[in-house]
């Protein structure tokens, strides 16, 4: 441990300089922040802050047992928190209990979810989570790398073509909708957050509450200006997929173009998205349409779901439904400017857009001949081939667990070889719609047609909080601790006018479905003030 760098986690021995990033040994850790070589739960090595915004602060750090270096994430909300120096205890400040509690929610429901997408492969994985000291610490794992921001300026011409970003951008839209699947809205997708790992693959970091995605909330907000959706602008109700469509649709633009789209509050009066005439002629024409409709201003034009995206931005047959949905919400100065550009580049722009439209009519001609050709046959009488009793043909089980239920319906091979039965169950540790077990151990050689029993997860069982305000604190923790949650009492001043141990709020609020498992912070009126007895020598002096 002495012997490490606390920005690298390099070996440097007594050295009091690190050779490999130059970071001095004697550098001191700001307040509130965790002091460099804090031990977090007896494992994690706490090293150099490396950045920090309204809900907590991000540390490099050591797996001590691993002998690896790892991301350490802490809540730590420091407008309405404070630690004492040599401390590690954190506590809210005077007045902001329930914020502080409440926020502290948010940011662990944000992280478990996280931690359950194992196949994302577009997000760092959690490694663990502590809760402890009044906090929570979230370990992911560490790759190096650099932000997109500086990718980009790194390059020759501060941007890249399309078929470069293409191979950089697409594999991260699988992670996403994942995300968005769980319920997690990014909220700050930007060339910062946005990183290009020593492995050349793109990742998203910069998890943090909607309440830091808003700019009227009551913590500190941190938005990306160019890359942040005006919804993100108002009080946040209406987030949601397409708030991380805009960012990431924003960050593409930047990648290819070189410059960052202007902000959307300026854009409200003046909602123009240029594509210059140099670019427009490199960048297939499907791309600048996808990033348009992505780009719109109000969330109700935008597209709507990663799905719809990635069609637009593949030119895939999915997207073709929808085109002309897509097209009439463009703005019209946006579509005119395009052409514009296009033919005061290229005199033969709208020729050749005769000549494709000509072509793309041939195929569906062609296309319209084939499905009825194909339906015809299928109305004809089917002579079946004599086969093999399945009795008598032996087949291996393969392997189902981790697989997407999807996956095992649309696979007919599955279906010919199995009697493939589904049960489903609620389940915290693997993503809704995934295999959790099979009966039947992979590698057993069973006959053919045999029954596999496949348990598949419904995903995490969600339970409605019951408003049980105005009871006793032992009744309310009696009864949600039945219910499947975990309960937190946190204490409010009571002038005496209150019975104490009675239940005052919840938080989360009542009356809302929340995760079995959910921490639930429980307020209650504390104990009346005393009152002093008078002394005998106070007596002695009235009479």
């Known amino acids: 441990m002495d012997g490490l760098c ?49 809900d907590g602060a991000t ?18 909300p420091d407008a309405i928190s404070t630690r004492r120096v040599g401390d590690t205890y954190l506590s809210p400040l005077s007045g902001c209990d329930m914020l502080f509690a409440q926020a502290k929610s948010e940011f662990t429901d944000m992280w478990r979810k996280i931690a359950h997408l194992r196949n994302a492969s577009a997000v760092f994985g959690v490694l663990d989570m502590l809760e402890f000291n009044n906090t929570v610490y979230v370990v992911t794992e560490y790759i190096e790398n650099v932000s997109l921001r500086e990718y980009l300026l790194r390059s020759q011409t501060g941007y ?24 997690v809205v990014h909220g700050g997708i930007s060339p910062s957050t946005l990183i290009v790992c020593k492995d050349g693959k793109l990742r998203i970091t910069g998890f943090s509450i909607r309440r830091v995605r808003t700019s009227r909330g009551e913590i500190p907000a941190q938005l990306f200006p160019g890359y942040a959706a005006i919804e993100q602008y108002s009080n946040g109700e209406n987030q949601g997929p397409w708030t991380d469509i805009y960012g990431f649709a924003a960050v593409l633009y930047r990648a290819l173009i070189g410059s960052t789209p202007l902000e959307a509050t300026s ?44 069609a637009e931005l593949s030119a895939s047959p999915m997207a073709t439904n929808s085109q002309q ?56 009488p089917k002579v079946e081939e004599p086969s093999a009793s399945a009795s008598q043909e032996m087949v291996e089980v393969p392997n189902f667990v981790g ?32 295999v959790i077990s099979q009966d039947v151990e992979k590698g057993t050689m069973v006959e053919k047609g045999s029954t596999i029993n496949i348990v598949v997860s419904k995903g995490v069982e969600y339970v409605d909080l019951p408003d049980l305000k105005g009871l006793p604190y032992d009744d309310v923790k009696q009864r949600l601790e039945s219910l499947g949650f975990e309960c937190r009492k946190v204490e409010k001043s009571n002038d005496g006018s209150h019975i104490e141990g009675e239940v005052v709020s919840f938080v989360p609020e009542a009356g809302k479905q929340y995760a079995k498992g959910e921490q639930i912070y ?12 008078p002394s005998e020598s106070s007596d002695s002096n009235q009479n």
């Open 522 to 533: 429980v307020q209650v009126w504390g104990a009346p003030p005393t009152t002093q007895a």
């Open 59 to 76: 540390y490099m750090g050591f797996d001590l047992e691993r002998k690896t270096p790892v991301l350490i994430r802490e809540y730590l």
């Open 325 to 380: 949905a897509q097209e009439m919400r463009k703005p019209a100065s946006a579509v005119s400017e395009y052409v514009a550009e296009k033919t005061a580049s290229n005199p033969d722009f709208k020729k050749n857009a005769v000549i494709a439209f000509l072509a793309v009519l041939l195929v569906g001609l062609i296309a319209l001949g084939i499905f009825y050709v194909v339906n015809q046959n299928k109305n004809k």
């Open 160 to 183: 890249i073509p399309w078929e470069k970003a293409r191979i950089l951008f697409m594999p991260v839209l699988s992670t996403l909708a994942a995300l968005h699947s769980a319920g």
């Open 6 to 54: 606390m920005n690298c986690m390099s070996e440097i021995g007594s050295a009091k300089q690190c050779p490999y990033c130059g970071y001095h040994t004697d550098s001191p850790q700001m307040a509130p922040y965790l002091p460099t070589k804090t031990i977090i739960g007896t494992r994690y090595l706490v090293g150099k802050l490396r950045d920090y915004n309204g």
């Open 403 to 434: 697989a997407s239920y999807q996956r095992l319906e649309n696979e007919s091979s599955f279906k010919e070889r199995f009697n493939i039965n589904f049960v489903e169950e609620f389940s915290s540790e693997v993503e809704a719609g995934y």
């Open 267 to 310: 854009r409200v009066s003046n909602d123009r998205l240029m594509v210059p005439a140099k670019f427009a002629e490199e960048i297939p024409a499907y791309v600048i349409n996808a990033l348009i409709n992505a780009l719109q201003i109000l969330p109700d034009d935008r597209t709507k779901n990663v799905e719809q995206f990635r």
